[in-house]
């Protein structure tokens, strides 16, 4: 079954971004940020009681350390850096998690960190290390690609499994990866065409990429973004299109 997911818990100290109390009530999966690239303290509290409000799978959207770029910014960082960042986070999320009853489901790196680990797999084999020493049992969620077996692999060497996602409301390259959001079209802003990807996505298991190019792609979650100003109403139409039987 296709799972819908969505980034939240991106305010911090009194700058809020996005709506999150009328998203969550519609997804199944939660990507909170941990406190590198949006988020604090007192908000992945309140997103954890929310989501467990609604009974809503939480993951841990870990990221590069950079408030200032939120996250969209790639930094040169060792493989021991980008463990214990990743570990630091991770373990952060767990531990709001385990104080309010509920259980941290899986990983998801952010931005340029998650756009990094696709393009080069020393980056990958951090994030996957980090977390099978935390606990093998977290699933790491990534881009869907046509390596899909290849990343299975690598995943197994570190007792891990993964979840893979497509995006609904991202542009993608020939080669099946996401457009950059320097360049235009990146994002889609378009209800209408949404709704012709999901369509497609549930009929024949394909996209389109940005120059109109067919991508098989396995999708066992398909990512929103909450910050963007037509992420509520993306979230409802997509809500009732997985709902469909």
Not at 5 to 14: A, I, V
Not at 99 to 113: D, I, Q, R, S, W
Not at 114 to 139: G, P, T
Request: hydrophobic share 40%; with cysteine; proline share 2%.
């Amino acid at each position: 079954m296709l799972r819908l997911n969505c980034d939240l818990g991106e305010s911090f100290g009194s700058w809020k971004m996005g709506e999150d109390e009328l998203v969550i009530p519609l997804i199944d999966m939660a990507n909170v940020a941990c406190g590198f690239h949006a988020g604090d303290p007192l908000v992945m509290q309140k997103s954890v009681k929310e989501l467990k409000k609604h009974g809503v799978q939480i993951g841990a959207h870990v990221g590069y350390p950079d408030l200032v770029g939120f996250g969209r910014r790639s930094l040169k960082c060792s493989f021991d850096e980008i463990e214990a960042f990743s570990i630091y986070q991770t373990g952060a999320l767990r531990g709001v998690c385990r104080a309010n009853g509920v259980t941290l489901e899986y990983v998801k790196p952010h931005g340029a960190l998650y756009n990094d680990m696709m393009r080069d797999d020393e980056i990958l084999r951090a994030i996957m290390s980090a977390i099978s020493k935390i606990d093998s049992s977290l699933k790491l969620m990534i881009l869907s690609t046509c390596k899909n077996s290849y990343y299975e692999e690598m995943a197994k060497e570190f007792g891990l499994k993964l979840i893979f996602e497509v995006f609904a409301d991202r542009a993608y390259t020939n080669e099946g990866y996401l457009v950059p959001r320097t360049q235009e079209g990146a994002v889609l802003h378009s209800v209408q065409e949404v709704k012709k990807r999901i369509d497609m996505l549930k009929r024949e298991g394909k996209l389109l990429s940005i120059d109109k190019k067919e991508l098989s792609l396995r999708a066992d979650s398909l990512c929103v973004h909450g910050d963007t100003k037509e992420a509520v109403e993306f979230v409802r139409v997509i809500r009732s299109y997985l709902d469909e039987v």
